[in-house]
């Protein structure tokens, strides 16, 4: 069982910079994958990035690819997503989720543990 905290979101201009954090718990935390997504009201939630527990391997939605940062400290229990160049069609909800497994996935249902999510607006 992981329980898993976001922090970080905010209000930012467009073309500026937030860190989120998720804090997890539980002592297993280095074996699992873990997600960011993304929701706004009246669509799906939405991948974002994903790194794996074996090498840190990262994974990007095209449209932040070369701006967000996926990252994870495993003596911390924590994983990052650093984003830059901010824009207005990245306003969301973010979530952090987890996994256990051996391949990297896409899509919310495959990841049964969640966070309570953080809102990120960027004003243009």
């Known amino acids: 069982q992981v329980q898993l905290v976001e922090s970080g979101g905010g209000l930012v201009q467009a073309g500026g910079s937030l860190r989120l954090s998720c804090a997890a718990s539980?002592?297993?935390?280095?074996?699992?994958?873990m997600g960011w997504f993304r929701q706004v009201p009246g669509k799906e939630r939405e991948f974002v990035a994903a790194?794996?527990?074996?090498?840190?391997?990262?994974y990007y939605l095209d449209s932040v690819k070369g701006r967000f940062t996926i990252s994870r400290d495993n003596d911390k229990n924590t994983v990052y997503l650093q984003m830059n160049n901010l824009r207005p069609e990245d306003t969301a909800v973010y979530y952090c989720?987890?996994?256990?497994?051996?391949?990297?996935?896409?899509?919310?249902?495959?990841?049964?543990?969640w966070g309570q999510g953080t809102q990120v607006t960027v004003s243009s």
């Open positions: 790194i794996t527990w074996y090498a840190s391997n990262t």
């Open positions: 989720a987890a996994r256990s497994g051996t391949t990297i996935r896409y899509t919310p249902d495959e990841y049964p543990y």
């Open positions: 539980g002592r297993t935390f280095s074996s699992y994958d």
